[in-house]
């Protein structure tokens, strides 16, 4: 059950823009957060969420879409995402957040997968100009942005043939292949 789940969870790109995602439905989800692990019991992490169309221009632009795909630079309007968590470390409680944000993270989106809906967490991020776009605070570290929405894009799972070569790349038909090593290949 959680397999299925783990292999749902893909890195979508793409989603029906006009699928809201209602405010409940992103506090559930930052829930799941909350409830899970934190070195040190600490719990320093913080989420800013929009989910309206105004708010949602103010972080994408600040984001890098997929490293590998050289000339696509994000979703055109109507694939955009519906929403995005913006998560955050709150330096006053603690400026060392560990795992915190990818266990997190993981949470959010398998959370997010068994709702039907999916997700592409954000590394590569403007910080220093989303921070000024949301208007957030100093005392917050931005750490990640998930962005989230209704997939409009396949993802499938493949073999890596060429240990070499593990860029994600797609298809004439839009489908998203990405390479995994196999598992014979990872124990040691």
């Not at 799941?32 to 800013?48: E, I, V």
């Not at 221009?57 to 600040?62: C, E, G, L, N, R």
């Not at 890596?160 to 593990?166: A, H, L, S, T």
Request: aromatic residues 10%.
């Amino acid at each position: 059950m959680i397999r299925d789940l783990i292999i749902k969870n893909r890195t979508y790109r793409r989603f029906y823009q006009n699928e809201k995602i209602e405010r409940e439905t992103l506090e559930a989800l930052i829930d799941l957060a909350r409830l899970s692990g934190s070195g040190g019991n600490l719990q320093p992490l913080k989420y800013k969420i929009t989910y309206e169309e105004e708010d949602n221009a103010k972080v994408f632009p600040y984001l890098k879409w997929a490293g590998y795909l050289k000339n696509w630079h994000g979703p055109v309007e109507g694939e955009r995402p519906s929403a995005y968590i913006v998560m955050l470390g709150d330096k006053e409680i603690s400026s060392n957040y560990f795992w915190d944000h990818g266990i997190a993270c993981q949470s959010i989106l398998l959370g997010a997968t068994e709702m039907g809906l999916g997700g592409c967490m954000f590394g590569s991020v403007d910080r220093k100009a989303l921070q000024e776009s949301l208007k957030i605070e100093e005392r917050y570290e931005i750490l990640l942005v998930i962005a989230l929405g209704k997939p409009k894009e396949k993802v499938v799972l493949e073999e890596v043939k060429d240990p070499e070569d593990i860029k994600y790349w797609r298809d004439e038909a839009g489908v998203h292949h990405v390479p995994k090593r196999s598992l014979k290949d990872i124990l040691l």
